[in-house]
Nanobody, 124 residues
């Protein structure tokens, strides 16, 4: 089993920045990549981006490309989501998720473990 805990959410003004963390524990060696998703009120959970533990290859949704950056610290089993130039439409609960299989998945079903989420609110 793998446990994931997100932190770093909060309230920020439009144009501002926030950095989220996702700390993994348990059998982290069994996971291949970590993804970030978000879910706004009344909307489906959507892919934000992901990173492969080994090599650090990343992938991003078009809506955040150029504004968000995912990085990882393997020694700390932690993945970060740096969010810049935030917009009100970025308001959502942000989740990290870990995947056991090769490749980067952009769908919810491609991930095996989920964190509890952290709220990000961007005011206009």
């Amino acid at each position: 089993q793998v446990q994931l805990v997100e932190s770093g959410g909060g309230l920020v003004q439009a144009g501002g920045s926030l950095s989220l963390s996702c700390v993994a524990s348990g059998r982290t060696s069994s996971t291949y990549s970590v993804g970030w998703f978000r879910q706004a009120p009344g909307k489906d959970r959507e892919f934000v981006g992901a990173i492969i533990w080994s090599g650090g290859i990343t992938s991003y949704a078009d809506s955040v490309k150029g504004r968000f950056t995912i990085s990882r610290d393997n020694a700390k089993s932690t993945v970060y989501l740096q969010m810049n130039s935030l917009k009100p439409e970025d308001t959502a609960i942000y989740y990290c998720a870990a995947r056991r299989y090769l490749g980067i998945a952009t769908n919810i079903g491609g991930y095996d473990y989920w964190g509890q989420g952290t709220q990000v609110t961007v005011s206009s």
